[in-house]
């Protein structure tokens, strides 16, 4: 049972536009999200999180937001670079250091 | 900085063959996890440890046994391969408390 959708497989944007990408989660325990961006035979890289006492976080061009009554969070970064292309897997726990449920990631692709 | 180092990078084995990947978590970090990423697959838990003691687990087989040590360096033991088991196996480390886990560069493991 996937308790954690990232419904949009790929993404494709402009260099300089800003990439939304979706996530949404079915557990109600979960209270900490993760983002990791993932290059091919590489491991994910762990991007930026968010506990469930906060609606927003921000990292430079990076952005989450959490949406804890819709279960659903998202990850804006703006400005778009085409270095930003990679898969993106957004991942949930119960509590920070525990095991971390993964989507099956969204492919985003940034066009010169 | 040091990052999780996992070896071997890559391994082929075969069919009914036993296999050892090892995993070395970044220093001072006290919690090791394991995850298996198929092909076009997002990452699936499979157990994780905490102070050398297993701490939480996931999907993980019965012909799979893993183990962390003193030094927090994990081993993650495959025995009776099959062919489905190929696939990119990443241990990821964490300090509890901090925010994130962080993955090593996998080992693809080839059952054939």
């Known amino acids: 049972d996937q308790q954690v959708k990232q419904n949009s497989p790929s993404l494709s944007v402009q260099e300089g536009r800003i990439s939304i990408l979706n996530c949404d989660y079915t557990n109600s325990m979960f209270d900490y999200f993760l983002w990791y961006k993932k290059y091919p035979a590489e491991g994910p890289t762990f991007l930026i999180s968010?506990?469930?006492?906060?609606d927003k976080n921000e990292d430079g061009r990076f952005t989450v937001f959490l949406n804890k009554s819709a279960k659903h969070l998202s990850l804006h970064i703006v400005p778009s670079q085409p270095g930003d292309s990679a898969v993106y897997f957004c991942?949930?726990?119960?509590?920070?250091?525990?095991?971390?449920?993964f989507g099956k990631g969204t492919s985003l692709l940034v066009t010169p | 900085a040091a990052g999780v180092i996992q070896s071997p990078r890559h391994l082929i084995k075969e069919k009914r063959e036993t296999a050892t990947l090892k995993c070395y978590p970044i220093?001072?970090?006290?919690?090791v996890y394991w995850y298996q990423q198929g092909p076009g697959q997002d990452p699936q838990f499979l157990i994780s440890?905490?102070?050398?003691?297993?701490?939480d687990k996931g999907s993980i087989p019965d012909r799979f046994s893993a183990q962390q040590f003193s030094d927090y360096h994990s081993e993650l033991n495959m025995s009776s391969l099959e062919l489905g088991d190929s696939a990119l196996y990443f241990c990821?480390?964490?300090?509890?408390?901090?925010?994130?886990?962080?993955f090593g560069q996998g080992t693809r493991l080839t059952v054939v």
């Open positions: 990821a480390s964490s300090s509890m408390g901090h925010s994130g886990a962080f």
């Open positions: 991942a949930a726990s119960v509590n920070s250091g525990y095991a971390l449920n």
């Open positions: 968010i506990s469930s006492i906060k």
């Open positions: 220093p001072r970090h006290d919690t």
């Open positions: 440890f905490y102070e050398k003691m297993q701490s």
